[in-house]
């Protein structure tokens, strides 16, 4: 039968309804599992997308907004972690500061190399190290079972072999390991690398990217925290 020009006409408003409803469909469900997530124009959510830690430090006036992660040359994943990291360090608001802190999980190893890192930071040699390490590690397959292997890796960048050990060997140290170890099971961190702002907030680190941009969004919300209005400014005057 030879379809005529109405039923050609037909044919094509009920396609163009149906396209309509198939899109308005997918918008539908976008919008049901951005919601369901609990992003909503950049807001994240306690308990989804970070932890609010028990007992917090009380902050002091003026006092820079901290951003630690929790890292180990030993992990892979800190290590493809690292780039992403290193670049939004460029970015970072006046008032935040950076810092990392070793995990060791109970392993010698790690401990080991969680020593080597606070070894690096307090020579102030951390940034001829760092990325030589990782890639050493990961990249190259390198075996780290003593201070003096590693005394020998980093001998002639930045520090000789024998002040490295000294101070891989100095109570000052070995008491910020002791420190570090000590966060290790009082934050009781899952995994690494896992991120914490202001020493009050984990943040979820199932996807990595997103982890900074709730690190971002959670120093906001400490900076208007931290930001007195103008009665508390003149009640302080006074």
């Known amino acids: 039968m030879k379809r005529t020009s109405a039923d050609t006409k037909v044919t094509r408003v009920r396609t163009t309804i149906f396209s309509f409803a198939v899109i308005a469909a997918i918008l539908i469900i976008g919008y049901g599992t951005l919601y369901s997530t609990g992003i909503t124009e950049g807001e994240y959510v306690e308990g989804d997308h970070y932890k609010l830690i028990d007992n917090p430090p009380r902050r002091r006036p003026g006092e820079a907004i901290k951003v630690t992660e929790f890292f180990s040359y030993g992990c892979i994943h800190c290590r493809n972690f690292d780039p992403l990291l290193e670049n939004w360090q460029k970015s970072m608001p006046e008032g935040v500061t950076f810092s990392r802190s070793p995990i060791a999980f109970s392993q010698p190893i790690w401990s080991l190399l969680g020593q080597t890192y606070l070894t690096l930071v307090a020579t102030g040699t951390l940034e001829e190290n760092h990325s030589r390490i990782f890639r050493a590690i990961h990249d190259n397959g390198r075996q780290f079972l003593s201070a003096d292997m590693i005394a020998d890796f980093v001998d002639g960048h930045g520090i000789d ?27 009781v961190i899952p995994s690494v690398p ?33 930001t007195p209005t103008t009665a508390e400014t003149a009640e302080t005057d006074s």
């Not at 050990?165 to 099971?185: H, I």
């Open 161 to 187: 072999k024998s002040l490295f050990l000294r101070n891989f060997n100095s109570p000052q140290v070995r008491r910020a390991l002791q420190r570090a170890l000590e966060d290790e099971r009082r934050l």
């Open 194 to 226: 896992t991120l914490m702002v202001s020493d009050r907030y984990l943040i979820n680190m199932d996807s990595r990217k997103t982890a900074l941009d709730i690190v971002d969004f959670l120093i906001i919300r400490e900076m208007a925290v931290r």
